[in-house]
């Protein structure tokens, strides 16, 4: 059975917005295949979002709370254009092996929030950490629930769906340096894969 491409579970917060339409209208039709290519690089790697910016290009994003800070883009002679906002540098990749060597050195690093976000989120009390919608997803395996954050590469535990999702506000608390007891004020919102609901209606 042939597996199913990464790049189709990438959606975008318009209407008809599959990850092939949202690239053939704001990426350029001739550039599709490219764009797969990429999407399944970045699709599943924590902290990176797709999405239509400025006045209608698509963007590979790597940050948290709305940060961007690498980006990367499907250029017109269908190479890639990657940008590293915090060194203020570019390079153009030929394909996504180059693009991999690209991230190697760096895609850790930018997925720790920067220092101008987090003076940002930290700003009167941490409003704006405390009122972002952060994803979670959630799934369920040998007695336990996990709670993944979309941005992070860990996951919260626990034997309960509660108990899964405040150690993600906990985690996210720590990765901003904010205070631990913020945590349940946090706008968190959890999606159940199917084996957490598999579970749910079995117990």
Same mark, same amino acid.
């Given at each position: 059975? +042939? %597996? ?14 599959? @990850? %092939? ?8 039709? +001739? ?5 797969? $290519? ?12 797709? /999405?239509?910016?400025?006045?209608? $290009? ?21 190479? @890639?254009?990657?940008? +590293?906002?915090?060194? #203020?540098? /570019?390079?153009?990749?030929? #394909?996504?092996?180059?693009? $991999? ?6 895609? &850790? ?9 987090? &003076? ?21 395996? #040998?007695? @336990? @629930? ?23 506000? %906990?985690?996210?608390?720590?990765l901003f340096g904010a205070p631990? %007891? ?8 959890? &999606? ?12």
């Amino acid at each position: 059975m +042939d %597996e199913i491409p990464a790049y189709l579970s990438v959606k975008v917060n318009f209407d008809n917005s599959d @990850y %092939e339409n949202v690239c053939a209208t704001f990426g350029g039709f +001739d550039r599709l295949p490219a764009w797969r $290519e990429l999407g399944n690089l970045l699709a599943h790697r924590p902290g990176w979002h797709f /999405d239509v910016v400025n006045r209608g $290009e698509a963007l590979w994003c790597l940050g948290v709370l709305g940060e961007c800070r690498l980006a990367i883009h499907v250029t017109e002679d269908l190479r @890639y254009h990657c940008y +590293d906002h915090g060194a #203020d540098s /570019d390079t153009v990749a030929a #394909d996504t092996t180059a693009v $991999e060597t690209w991230l190697k050195d760096r895609e &850790e690093s930018a997925r720790q929030p920067g220092p101008l976000i987090i &003076e940002m989120a930290s700003a009167d009390s941490w409003k704006l950490l405390k009122s972002h919608p952060f994803r979670l997803r959630v799934s369920w395996s #040998d007695g @336990y @629930y996990a709670a993944s954050v979309a941005a992070l590469a860990e996951a919260s535990f626990g034997r309960t769906v509660a108990e899964a999702v405040n150690g993600a506000g %906990e985690m996210i608390c720590q990765l901003f340096g904010a205070p631990a %007891e913020f945590a349940p004020d946090l706008t968190l919102a959890a &999606e159940l894969d199917e084996t957490a609901v598999r579970h749910i209606r079995t117990t």
